[in-house]
Nanobody, 126 residues
Framework: QVQLVESGGGLVQAGDSLRLSCAASGRTLSNYRMGWFRQAPGKERECVTAITWNGGNTLYTGSVKGRFTSSRDNPKNTVFLQMNSLLPLPPPVYYC???????????????????WGQGPHLTVSS
C-alpha cells in the first residue's frame, strides 16, 4: 500500500503560480501511474492531469492546457503539479492519486486509481 501526502497549497492571487507536491511512502512511486484530480464544491471530481510511470507521457484537461504542468521525480518518490495563471474562481480541492498498473497510457478515469492523497487547500483571491 502507498500513502500519498500533498503539500504546497495556500493563499494566492489570481494570475499567480503555485506548485503542489505529492510525496509517496510505503512503496516505490515508479510502480504507479499518477494523476492529479480536483473537485469543486457541488461538482464531480475531474482529472486535471495524468502521467505515466516514467513521466514520458502526460495528458491534461482542456481548461488547464498551457497553464499546468505535471512532472515526477521517481528517485524522490514525488510528483508535482505546477499551476500558472490561476483563475479567480472558487478553488477546488486538488488530490493526487496513484494507479497500481504501471504500464500503459495516462489514466483520466478516477475509478482506476487505488490510492489518494488528502487534498491540500487552495485559496485564490481576485
Amino acid at each position: 500500500q502507498v500513502q500519498l501526502v500533498e503539500s504546497g497549497g495556500g493563499l494566492v492571487q489570481a494570475g499567480d503560480s503555485l506548485r503542489l507536491s505529492c510525496a509517496a511512502s510505503g512503496r516505490t512511486l515508479s510502480n504507479y501511474r499518477m494523476g492529479w484530480f480536483r473537485q469543486a464544491p457541488g461538482k464531480e471530481r475531474e482529472c486535471v492531469t495524468a502521467i505515466t510511470w516514467n513521466g514520458g507521457n502526460t495528458l491534461y484537461t482542456g481548461s488547464v492546457k498551457g497553464r499546468f504542468t505535471s512532472s515526477r521525480d521517481n528517485p524522490k518518490n514525488t510528483v508535482f503539479l505546477q499551476m500558472n495563471s490561476l483563475l479567480p474562481l472558487p478553488p477546488p480541492v486538488y488530490y493526487c492519486a496513484a494507479a497500481f498498473v504501471r504500464v500503459g497510457t495516462p489514466l483520466s478515469n478516477s475509478a482506476r486509481y487505488a490510492y489518494w492523497g488528502q487534498g491540500p487547500h487552495l485559496t485564490v483571491s481576485s
